[in-house]
């Protein structure tokens, strides 16, 4: 099955409504990313990108712009454009003329979802520097533990991303600046950042990079790895409480699982293309896939059963429900 580079929209637990934009298109590879997270709801691949200038596959700003300009006109009440899906956005150094191409054409707000690996290179803080948002993912101050999480591609280093994060509020143009704090636990006493320990240094390290907004969450979808679990919502809240004393309330929001939204509305011209699209980017369950595009399960599962039987996506079963996701 062909996929496009625009998808959605998908109904995120941060974003609201938020159509997605993938800048990488590469057929033999699942996802293209610098990291492979421990976490990822994408899965395990051995071949990680090594730079942006490794990059093959990358898509060009006039394919970015024609794709929303014929895309979003079909959807109502979005929150975001966001660049993220199968890769990391700021491997790909055109970011920034895309997002000023988006901007040319909609006045809706663009978020960049970035892991951070980059955020030291000055070519890519300027490209982040068009968003309107930029959400970077922090899950440790310790270098062990970013290792042991991002299992990142050589050359990258924690406190290079810490000095990167700081100079984003140095940038003339300064988006608004969330860190991500994606909180694991394991099964088998793999290292994890739940820990007093950790949120003690982590806290210390984001007080000095001084962002906009903190985010607080746990997986929701099945990991690349069976031993990484979501951590209890107890241990959540009394870690969010933390942040927030230290950090300041209003800027730390924790972010659950289950937040109900409004189904999307929009005009469908190839509906097939548009589970696969979205399921390739974020697994689903079937009630998450009807609300994001609007339809009904008589609808979608048609569609569902001539995937699986392409072999174009799997359907797997976790503790929150049965997931499809791309093959
Ligand atoms: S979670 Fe994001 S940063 Fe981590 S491997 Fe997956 S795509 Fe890359």
């Known amino acids: 099955m062909k996929s496009r580079i625009i998808y959605g929209p998908i109904l995120s637990r941060r974003?609201?409504?938020?159509?997605?934009?993938d800048v990488i298109k590469r057929k033999d590879?699942?996802?293209?990313?610098?990291?492979?997270?421990?976490?990822?709801?994408?899965?395990?691949?051995?071949?990680?990108?090594?730079?942006?200038?490794?990059?093959?596959?990358?898509?060009?700003?006039?394919?970015?712009?024609?794709?929303?300009r014929s895309f979003h006109r079909n959807i109502e009440n979005l929150d975001y454009i966001t660049f993220s899906g199968t890769c990391e956005p700021t491997l790909n150094l055109s970011l920034g003329s895309m997002i000023l191409g988006v901007?040319?054409?909609?006045?809706?707000?663009?978020?960049?979802?970035?892991?951070?690996?980059?955020?030291?290179?000055?070519?890519?803080?300027?490209?982040?520097?068009?968003?309107?948002?930029?959400i970077a993912t922090l899950v440790s101050g310790n270098e062990d533990t970013f290792r042991a999480i991002h299992r990142p591609v050589?050359?990258?280093?924690?406190?290079?991303?810490?000095?990167?994060?700081?100079?984003?509020?140095?940038?003339?143009?300064?988006?608004?600046?969330?860190?991500?704090?994606?909180?694991?636990?394991?099964?088998?006493?793999?290292?994890?950042?739940?820990?007093?320990?950790?949120?003690?240094?982590l806290i210390e390290v984001i007080k000095t990079i001084d962002p906009d907004e903190i985010e607080i969450l746990t997986v929701s979808r099945p990991s690349a790895e069976k031993f990484i679990v979501p951590v209890a919502e107890i241990r959540l809240k009394e870690i969010a409480h933390r942040f927030g004393?230290?950090?300041?309330?209003?800027?730390?929001?924790?972010v659950l699982k289950g937040l109900r939204r409004e189904r999307s509305s929009m005009q469908h011209e190839n509906l097939g293309e548009e589970v696969y699209d979205l399921i390739l980017r974020r697994p689903c369950t079937c009630e998450q896939i009807c609300a994001s595009l609007g339809i009904s399960s008589a609808q979608l599962t048609p569609i569902l059963e001539k995937l699986i039987s392409s072999d174009d996506i799997i359907s797997i079963v976790s503790k929150n429900g049965r997931y499809y996701k791309a093959s």
């Open 245 to 254: 004393a230290e950090l300041g309330r209003d800027r730390v929001k924790l």
């Open 15 to 21: 974003l609201g409504r938020s159509l997605g934009i």
């Open 154 to 201: 050589e050359g990258i280093r924690l406190n290079n991303i810490i000095k990167g994060l700081q100079a984003m509020k140095d940038l003339e143009k300064c988006p608004r600046l969330g860190i991500e704090v994606m909180l694991v636990d394991s099964t088998n006493g793999y290292l994890v950042n739940s820990t007093d320990e950790e949120i003690t240094k």
């Open 103 to 134: 901007k040319q054409i909609t006045d809706q707000s663009v978020c960049v979802l970035t892991n951070s690996s980059l955020v030291d290179r000055d070519d890519v803080r300027s490209n982040l520097a068009e968003a309107d948002l930029v």
């Open 29 to 68: 590879s699942k996802k293209n990313c610098n990291f492979d997270c421990v976490y990822c709801q994408l899965g395990h691949v051995d071949n990680m990108v090594k730079a942006p200038e490794n990059v093959t596959g990358a898509v060009t700003t006039k394919e970015v712009v024609e794709g929303i």
